[in-house]
């Protein structure tokens, strides 16, 4: 697959993300697979994962500042 934004090749990663779940809330997703731009860093997600994402939101604890949860598919 081609990168959307510089062209080059996109890769197969396993990296962390941050996600805004509310205005004072936070939560960082671990050992989540995405595929990453060779050139640019451009991540991308696929819809099995995106929609695994959206489950663990849903269920985070909105009252904590921060929380970091490993992706589990």
């Known amino acids: 697959m081609k990168c959307h934004i510089c062209g080059a090749t996109m890769k197969a990663a396993v990296t962390a ?11 960082i997703l671990k050992e ?11 991540y991308l997600l696929d819809d099995p994962v995106m929609k695994r994402v959206d489950e663990i939101l849903m269920n985070a604890d909105t009252t904590a500042e921060l929380e970091v949860i490993r992706y589990a598919a």
Do not use: A, D, H, Y
């Not at 993300?17 to 004072?24: A, H, M, R």
């Not at 989540?32 to 451009?42: A, I, M, N, R």
């Open 32 to 42: 989540l697979p995405v595929l990453q731009c060779e050139g640019c860093s451009e």
């Open 17 to 27: 993300l941050p996600f805004k779940v509310s205005e004072t809330s936070i939560v």
